[in-house]
């Protein structure tokens, strides 16, 4: 992360640890790990973000979402 970045976190009112942990990012699984992007998260979990939102779209909760592979249609 560069200065600058951190530098507009910390003006927003995150403080250094708060950055290290992760706390900035906004997006969240169900084990409490931090992600950047929804799209970050389901790469994570090895699924695509079209799968994934597919899978949240449905109403599925987000532990059954990230853990359940997606099909493989032949």
Same mark, same amino acid.
């Given at each position: 992360? %560069? @200065? @600058? @970045?951190?530098?507009?976190?910390?003006?927003?009112?995150? &403080?250094? #640890?708060?950055? !290290?942990?992760?706390?900035?990012?906004?997006?969240?699984?169900? @084990?409490?790990?931090?992600?950047? %992007?929804?799209?970050?998260? #389901?790469?994570?979990?090895?699924?695509?973000?079209?799968?994934?939102?597919?899978? !949240?779209?449905?109403?599925?909760?987000? !532990?059954?979402?990230? &853990?359940?592979?997606?099909?493989?249609?032949?």
């Amino acid at each position: 992360m %560069s @200065q @600058q @970045q951190v530098s507009r976190l910390l003006a927003k009112g995150y &403080t250094y #640890a708060d950055i !290290e942990q992760g706390k900035h990012l906004k997006v969240v699984d169900y @084990q409490g790990n931090r992600y950047k %992007s929804k799209a970050a998260m #389901a790469k994570a979990y090895g699924l695509s973000k079209f799968v994934f939102d597919k899978k !949240e779209k449905a109403g599925w909760d987000l !532990e059954r979402a990230l &853990t359940t592979p997606a099909r493989n249609n032949k």
